[in-house]
């Protein structure tokens, strides 16, 4: 069993960078895929990046792609999300969310077992 907490929102200036952080608890934190969702108000949850059990590939949204970098740090049970250049479109409440089984479908939101409670990003024009 796995929970997730999510740290680090706020609110920003367009252009400004804003750094998640999801801290896990659970003895096989190493073995997960860790992914960052977000849901803007209104609109249903999507994909912002996710990251293999070894760290050794990450993935992105089109929409994200060149200015977050989403990386993880075992030993500490950390999952973080850089975010730069930020957007008001970036604007929505970010997940953290983890799969125990390493699914290819990275971008599913189904396919994550487990889910922090959110952080909410403003970004201001």
């Known amino acids: 069993q796995v929970q997730l907490v999510e740290s680090g929102g706020g609110w920003v200036q367009a252009g400004g960078s804003l750094r998640l952080s999801c801290t896990a608890s659970?003895?096989?934190?190493?073995?997960?895929?860790m992914g960052w969702f977000r849901q803007p108000p209104g609109k249903e949850r999507e994909f912002v990046a996710a990251?293999?059990?070894?760290?050794?590939?990450?993935y992105y949204g089109d929409s994200v792609k060149g200015r977050f970098t989403i990386s993880r740090d075992d030993a500490k049970k950390l999952v973080y999300l850089q975010m730069n250049g930020l957007k008001p479109e970036d604007t929505a409440v970010y997940y953290c969310?983890?799969?125990?089984?390493?699914?290819?479908?990275?971008?599913?939101?189904?396919?994550?077992?487990?889910w922090g409670q959110g952080t909410q990003v403003t970004v201001s024009s």
């Open positions: 969310a983890a799969d125990k089984y390493g699914s290819t479908k990275y971008n599913d939101r189904y396919t994550y077992d487990h």
């Open positions: 659970g003895r096989t934190f190493s073995s997960y895929l």
């Open positions: 990251i293999s059990w070894s760290g050794g590939s990450t």
